[in-house]
């Protein structure tokens, strides 16, 4: 049976580790001008593209080509899946074609669909429910700083989006607390907490509270998403609640002097994230952009190695 990633839950705690320690050796070796294998030599993975994409685009294509196989990107208008064809038959024939799909897309059922019928791995880039790769790449970008995870405080501020969803699934997969702040009507699906509950390891968990000062208060990290994502309506009442969860200095000054701040990207100054802490000393920020290739690229072994 093909492996699939699609949520975070498909992962034990001890395939997260090793992918993580994986992505280091990964990093390291590309460093040092050595980051270039086989391992998908001769194989195709098919990359949809139904949302536009930066970060995601290039990691992924890049680790495709960096582990020798041919990364086939396929753009959502590009496809006859933007003039009606189903998720199913779509499936059945890229199964036969491509060794594994990667998509980012809209619908989370789109993701399962693709793994339902295609049977060849596949791994989520974005869905409306999940960013697991991103997820990833953020706590590589805690290891590096910390060196362990397990025990650490993660502070999420803002809108209770897939994002926050990937991070609180990974996150107590890995032992980390995630705090969540948000404003009422904001909350994280109840689903994506019970996912992050069921799948918790020792000193892992999600705590819920509308108090950004609280989820920071003694934090590692303090972390921010877009407060209009992609299917969002861009609304001034929408700023209006969650402007009280900018990430900026008085935030970060309640979590640990050491404490760094974390964004996705792409960032809007002046809205969830200020100028300085989004270039600022205390931010990992454009490490976690990196880092988003070379946790693709050891997923990518996971699944096809």
């Known amino acids: 049976m093909a492996k ?4 975070g839950t498909e992962l034990s705690p001890d395939d997260l580790a090793a992918i993580l320690d994986r992505a280091a050796e990964l990093k390291a070796a590309r460093a040092a001008g050595e980051g270039v294998s086989n391992l998908l030599g001769g194989r195709t993975v098919a990359l949809v593209f139904e949302r536009p994409s930066t970060r995601t685009r290039m990691s992924s294509e890049i680790a495709v ?3 020798g196989g041919h990364p086939m990107v396929l753009s959502g208008d590009a496809m006859q899946l933007s003039r009606g064809e189903s998720i199913r038959d779509t499936a059945l024939v890229m199964g036969r074609m491509a060794h594994a799909i990667g998509i980012r897309t809209g619908a989370h059922a789109n993701v399962e669909g693709l793994a339902e019928y295609s049977g ?5 880039l974005l869905s409306e429910a999940h960013h697991p790769c991103q997820a990833l790449a953020d706590l590589l970008t805690l290891r590096e700083r910390f060196g362990e995870l397990a025990g650490l405080r993660l502070a999420y501020v803002g809108d209770g989006n897939n994002v926050t969803a990937s991070l609180m699934i990974l996150g107590a997969m890995a032992g980390v607390t995630v705090a969540v702040a948000t404003p009422d009507g904001y909350a994280p699906k109840p689903e994506a907490v019970e996912l992050a509950d069921s799948v918790a390891t020792s000193g892992g968990g999600v705590e819920l509270t509308v108090d950004p000062e609280q989820a920071s208060a003694e ?3 303090v972390y921010t998403d877009v407060w209009v994502s ?3 309506e861009d609304s001034a009442r ?9 990430l900026n200095a008085k935030l970060m000054s309640v979590a640990k002097p050491a404490a760094i701040a974390l964004h996705c990207l792409p960032a809007h100054v002046g809205e969830e994230i200020t100028e300085e ?5 205390q931010s990992a920020i454009f490490d976690q952009a990196e880092n988003r290739l070379h946790v693709q690229k050891a997923l990518l072994e996971h699944l096809l190695g």
């Not at 929408?238 to 900018?246: G, H, I, M, V």
Request: hydrophobic share 40%; no cysteine; glycine share 6%.
């Open 230 to 232: 992609m299917g969002d």
């Open 277 to 281: 802490a989004l270039y600022g000393e």
């Open 238 to 246: 929408r700023k209006l609640d969650l402007e009280p969860y900018q």
């Open 65 to 67: 080509h960096e582990l």
């Open 120 to 124: 060849v791995p596949v791994f989520n």
């Open 4 to 7: 699939h990633f699609l949520d």
């Open 219 to 221: 934090a590692d990290a």
